[in-house]
């Protein structure tokens, strides 16, 4: 287990935020892996992160478990499984900057437009979840997901146009990206990323993890759905910013 002070003072906000995403607030997550990635490697950081992100699936799943849509869920994971494959097998040939600038970028333009279109009063009628877009969409988020721990923005591109009630986005996020985290286990195995050090490592964070998703459920249960929807948009924005900015420099 790694024992070095330096490690938990950048860990433990880097679970924090983690634990905020999976109650709600997606985005926050995005700033885990760079805090975490200050004190240790980053391949090291996504092998510590995957078993705490599963453990906060659990607590968000079980939080949301009457509050989630079958059908996205099904074309999603269905998409995404074949992302995920696309990714290991091409792990070595795609690089993460050039995915990073791209998903950052688009995130970017469809956040903004979102925005100023509902404070024009010109918002576009609702999406469904159909199954060209869907696939289309799943698989994105599990090839991004796979390559550069980047699979939330593709989810909200496709599913936030739905206007889903505020509860069942967020339920059908937390159940999508557990089922994720799963199908990612056998690639990692693979990769040799679960040491004994990082198991190890990642249990002793399990009660900040816990912790702080459950405080994630709880604060978006107090903000309405227009104010959620607001914030998850502006909060993809930012996102999008960090990816463009992080894939850009490693580009250039």
Known sequence: MITDPLFYAAAIPAVTLLGLAKGGFSGLGMLSLPLMAL?????????????????????????????WDRRNVAILVGGAVSGIVTGYLLAAQVSDAAIKLAVGLISIAFAIRRLVLERGGRE????????????????VTGFTSMIAHAGGPPFQIYVMPQRLPRDVFVGTGAVVFALINWIKVPPYLALG???????????????????????????????SGQSFYTAVYVLLVLVGLKLAYDGAAALL
Do not use: C, H
């Open 124 to 139: 576009p009628k609702a999406t469904t979840a159909d199954l060209p877009r869907g696939l289309f969409w799943g698989w």
């Open 193 to 223: 990323q679960f040491t004994v050090e990082n198991m190890a490592t990642a249990a002793a964070l399990f009660p900040v993890a816990i912790a702080s998703t459950w405080a994630g459920v709880l604060l978006v249960r107090r903000v």
């Open 39 to 67: 004190v240790v490697s980053p391949v090291q950081a996504a092998a510590i992160t995957l078993p705490i992100l599963m453990v906060q699936d659990v607590v968000s799943v079980w939080a949301y478990r009457y509050t």
